[in-house]
């Protein structure tokens, strides 16, 4: 047992203390991963337990002016980082888009470089956080069928596997997952603000147009990971990245089967039962 603890304790001095970034270990959530640990652990309470025992007697909250607040706000952001995020990284990183490590940038641009993307690193880890009032509006709304293992897996690997890639990764690799993925949740959050008011939005193909985006999202990430583990000569660590791979590699299944299931079976189903009649 002792040599278990001991085992542990040195992992945990090697991955959050030596190989960490030392600057954004500063950072607010960013220092130790128990305050994220503490963040999902209330998040899955609260969506399948306390949330749930709180609605019980509770007639579904009215949320739609504070939902188009937050989407307004979270389709800002998101808008906010692509604009900041790509032009820095085109204008640094323009020779090679596969090799993202502070190597690259040339000694003149360092400091201001590195502080820059370092902000917008973990903007990104703090908007997968905002993320998951997603799923506290479903509960709030008892819209309890909407909470799919599908949901809850992403948004919980999305914030882990961020927060693990900017805390362990002493690169600028993840700041392209961040620009696509910002693109995709502007385009999300609009949907989801335009069909707050109109219902005939979600007839006209807006989910499964969002879920194409997704998945077209997560091959492109695969691919830049990809390429960068296989290149020698790049300096990024690698092990993170192999990592989040794994993850991004579960999204491309697991949003695939969803949209086999949603889009092409059902499609198909509807036309036997057409013909049927």
């Not at 640094?92 to 902000?119: A, G, W």
Request: aromatic fraction near 16%.
């Amino acid at each position: 047992m002792a040599a278990l603890l001991k085992y542990c304790y040195d992992m945990h001095n090697y991955l959050f203390i030596e190989l960490a970034d030392k600057e954004i270990s500063n950072y607010m959530l960013m220092g130790s991963p128990l305050p994220m640990m503490l963040i999902i652990g209330i998040y899955y309470y609260f969506i399948f337990y306390g949330g749930r025992k709180l609605m019980e007697n509770h007639k579904p909250f009215k949320l739609n002016n504070i939902m188009a607040a937050f989407n307004i706000v979270q389709i800002i952001a998101n808008m906010f980082l692509v604009v900041k995020i790509f032009p820095i990284m085109f204008n640094i990183y323009k020779n090679n888009m596969f090799c993202l490590s502070f190597e690259n940038i040339p000694n003149s641009d360092k400091h201001q470089v590195l502080s820059q993307l370092r902000y917008w690193r973990y903007f990104y880890v703090m908007l997968k956080l905002s993320d998951l009032f997603d799923t506290v509006f479903m509960v709030l709304k008892k819209n309890y069928h909407q909470i799919t293992f599908l949901h809850v897996y992403h948004h919980v690997g999305m914030c882990i596997g961020t927060w693990l890639i900017v805390k362990l990764t002493s690169s600028n690799h993840e700041a392209f997952t961040a620009g696509i993925n910002a693109i995709i949740h502007v385009t999300m959050y609009t949907y989801y603000l335009l069909s707050l008011y109109n219902k005939n939005v979600k007839s006209l193909g807006w989910k499964k147009f969002i879920t194409q985006l997704q998945l077209i999202q997560f091959i492109l990430i695969f691919y830049h990971h990809v390429v960068t583990i296989l290149d020698p000569n790049c300096s990024v660590p690698k092990l993170p990245i192999l990592i989040y791979m794994t993850q991004v590699a579960l999204m491309i299944v697991l949003f695939s089967q969803f949209y086999f299931q949603a889009y092409i079976k059902t499609k198909k189903l509807n036309k036997q039962d057409y013909k049927q009649h």
